[in-house]
Structure formats: C-alpha cells, structure tokens
C-alpha cells in the first residue's frame, strides 16, 4: 500500500541545533501548492527563522480521509515543490498516533527544549481555530504567526482566537522577534496573496479529494 512507503527521513524529526528559530507549518496539502510556498516565503522572510518545517499530516480530524490522498504521495510532491534547503518536509506525526496539534507540539517542545519554535497557519485557518482539540493550549505552547490569506484578511479581528487572546498580538513590525516571546503571543502578517487553494486544485481536475 501507498501509506507503508513512506519514506523512513519523513517519519523522524528534523534535526535541531540549539538556538535555532524553526517554523511549524501543518497542514494536509492535498495537494501541496504555490500558495503553500507563499505562504512559507513570507515566514522565512518575516521571522528569521533557520528552518520551516512542514509537518504534513497523516490525517486532518476536521476532514473526511476518505478524501485524502496518500501520505507518501503528499510527501513526496511537497518536496518537489519546496526545493529551498530550510524547508524541512516530515511526517513524523504519523509515529506518533496522533493528529492532534496540541500534543504534536508538547512533543516537539519536550524533544527540543533549546530551541525556539513558531506555530504558522494561513489567515483561512483562523476563523475556525477554536473547534482545533485543545487549541488553547496551542496558543500557550509556542508564539503563532498568522499568514495573510484572500479572504481572510479580517479574520484577526473577528475570530474567536483573536478576541481571546488579543492581550498576547504582537505588532506586525516585531514579527522579527517573536520567537523570543513567551506565548502566548501571536501577529498577523500581511502580504502577497495567493488565490491558490487545495480545494479549487482538486476540483479543477474533477476530484472530490480533501
């Protein structure tokens, strides 16, 4: 089967350095696009960071696997696509049981206590962030950097996350050192767009993948 080739680098963590600044990008990417990319040229832009890290998920809680195509393709087509040598693309997620963030994420900080790790997500996921299982706790682990998204540009006003933790925004011109802040903290960063979505993609070639 698919699954059972992945690839054994995919299922490991990412090798650390203490003192490295690493951006954790998650998501299905099914399938991984030029908005992605955006997505993860800004973050490297915008916060400094040493590494950007995609942690592509076995399986999305809030979507149907029936719909998902299969791990080892994803990976493989993610690698294809991120060719800059920070981005660090993994799987190991998938060693871990789980597809749950917040325990995705005590898990990187227990493995890596020397190091300084930034939770990026695109402006589209921030409207329904809280139904993530124990998302408050995700906003307590690590420092968030939301990404710009059509659409979803006000999101940072009106979402749930961002009134609950509005006390914890950090101005977009310090986005350069949020991973010196203790979270919770989080910025919103505006900039070039991509109308790209997995979604649309997967429809233009008359699937109905998610």
């Known amino acids: 089967m698919a699954e059972e080739a992945v690839a054994h680098r995919h299922l490991v963590m990412p090798h650390v350095e203490r003192g490295m600044v690493i951006g954790l990008f998650g998501g299905s990417f099914n399938p991984p696009h030029a908005g992605h990319l955006l997505v993860a040229e800004i973050a490297l832009r915008r916060l400094g960071l040493d590494q950007l890290w995609w942690l592509v998920t076995p399986g999305n809680p809030l979507k149907s696997r029936t719909e998902l195509m299969p791990l080892a393709e994803r990976l493989n087509a993610c690698e294809q696509l991120a060719t800059d040598p920070r981005i660090k693309v993994t799987a190991f997620e998938k060693t871990l049981g789980t597809s749950y963030t917040a325990r995705t994420l005590e898990f990187i900080r227990t493995r890596n206590p020397h190091a300084h790790f930034i939770w990026i997500m695109g402006a589209d996921n921030l409207a329904g962030f809280h139904r993530w299982q ?24 009106s979402s749930k996350m961002a009134r609950t933790f509005d006390y914890a925004r950090v101005d977009e011109e310090d986005a350069g050192v949020l991973w010196q802040k203790r979270a919770p903290a989080w910025t919103f960063i505006h900039g070039p767009r991509s109308t790209l979505s997995s979604s649309a993609i997967r429809a233009a070639a008359g699937t109905v993948r998610q």
Request: without cysteine; aromatic residues 12%.
């Open 134 to 157: 124990r998302w408050q706790k995700i906003a307590t682990t690590f420092p968030i950097a939301v990404i710009d998204r059509p659409g979803s540009t006000l999101a940072y006003l």
